[in-house]
């Protein structure tokens, strides 16, 4: 058991349970949800005592306890998963994950993820991490995006595959499918915070990133907190009379939680498929007609990593790969190329 002391910020939200949300620090993953359970189970203290009205009021100030159980023990166990390795030595894997696989195993999903089928492949090559017989995670890919990612077999290489990526000299290239196009002249893109262009009608959308005010599971824009992000979008093809969604290249200069489909959804160009951040900005169907259907019906995010770069940790080779797009996006980019069939 272990004890979160939580102190309400300025101007905080007129109750308890939303006020915590906003104020629990981003590491103890603790969702308005969760702490509605917690104030009902009268884990939580404040200046009165054992508080259990989640609507109750606040102040400026005030602190209050949080009791946390101790998390369950995950055990990860090897599982016989296939898996597209693309790249592999006595130091590293490169894999290309399929959309749907969690990359780590965690309380609501210890079993089906990508640790757990390294653990089956790599066996006795798996020389440690940290002392422990464990692959190296040092990036991920959410669940439902698709594509590259590499994974350090040996303590030596997670060091240096995890200074390169902590430095943003890996390399990593993304290929979406989104609502909306991306035209240097449109004044609403030019108004948004955070958003200009460069040279070649690339996109730079910049702009601190951190979890939402009152959706504790989501990542959002702002200005005077978080972590720093850049994000640079190409526009490769548009679809659409007129032009209304398009296929686009992302490239990220630095590598935060969701930092694709928050920026994207930031600039009124939200991914096909995101049921998170989606946004309100979508492709009529008018404009897209048969395709509208395969759009609307996307069930993932349209995401996929598609390059990735670094140095070898161990040999100082650059190694360079590429991933053609999934079937599921590739089918979707059909559908919009031959919206007028």
């Known amino acids: 058991m272990s004890n979160l002391i939580v102190t309400i910020p300025a101007n905080p939200p007129d109750r308890l349970d939303k006020a915590l949300a906003l104020a629990v620090p981003e590491e103890a993953a603790l969702s308005r949800s969760r702490l509605s359970k917690l104030i009902v189970e009268g884990a939580i203290t ?20 949080i009791a946390l159980s101790a998390p369950e023990a995950v055990e990860t166990r090897p599982e016989a998963i296939p898996l597209t390795v693309v790249y592999e030595d006595a130091d590293l894997i490169v894999i290309d994950k399929p959309a749907g696989m969690v ?24 020389s440690g991490i940290g002392g422990e017989k464990r692959p190296g995670i040092v990036h991920r890919i959410d669940k439902d995006t698709s594509g590259l990612l590499v994974v350090a077999k040996t303590d030596r ?18 290929l979406a499918l989104a609502h909306g196009v991306i035209d240097a002249a449109d004044p609403r893109l030019r108004g948004t915070p955070g958003v200009n262009f460069e040279d070649g009608g690339v996109l730079k959308i910049t702009s601190r990133l951190t979890r939402h005010a009152t959706d504790r599971q989501k990542q959002a824009v702002y200005f005077d907190k978080g972590r720093h992000a850049v994000t640079r979008a190409r526009m490769l093809e ?28 930031h600039a009124g160009l939200g991914l096909i498929g995101d049921p998170v951040y989606g946004g309100s900005r979508r492709a009529s169907a008018k404009a897209l007609g048969p395709a ?19 140095q070898h940790p161990v040999s100082g080779d650059m190694l360079t790969f590429e991933s053609v797009l999934p079937p599921d996006m590739e089918e979707l980019l059909t559908a919009l190329r031959n919206r007028l069939a």
């Open 292 to 310: 509208a259907e395969a759009a609307m019906a996307f069930p993932r995010q349209a995401l996929h990593a598609a390059y990735l770069g670094f």
């Open 157 to 174: 290489a997670h060091h240096g595959l995890a200074a390169q990526f902590e430095a943003h000299t890996a390399q990593r290239r993304y």
């Open 238 to 265: 548009s679809f659409g009379t007129p032009p209304s969604a398009m296929l686009v290249e992302c490239r990220l200069e630095t590598g935060r939680t969701h930092q694709i489909r928050v920026h994207m959804a």
């Open 103 to 126: 990359v780590h195993p965690a309380p609501g999903s210890p079993n089906g993820t990508l640790v757990n089928a390294l653990l089956a492949h790599c066996g006795d090559s798996l």
């Open 46 to 65: 404040g200046p009165g005592g054992v508080v259990r009205d989640g609507k109750a009021k606040v102040a400026e100030g005030q602190e209050y306890h």
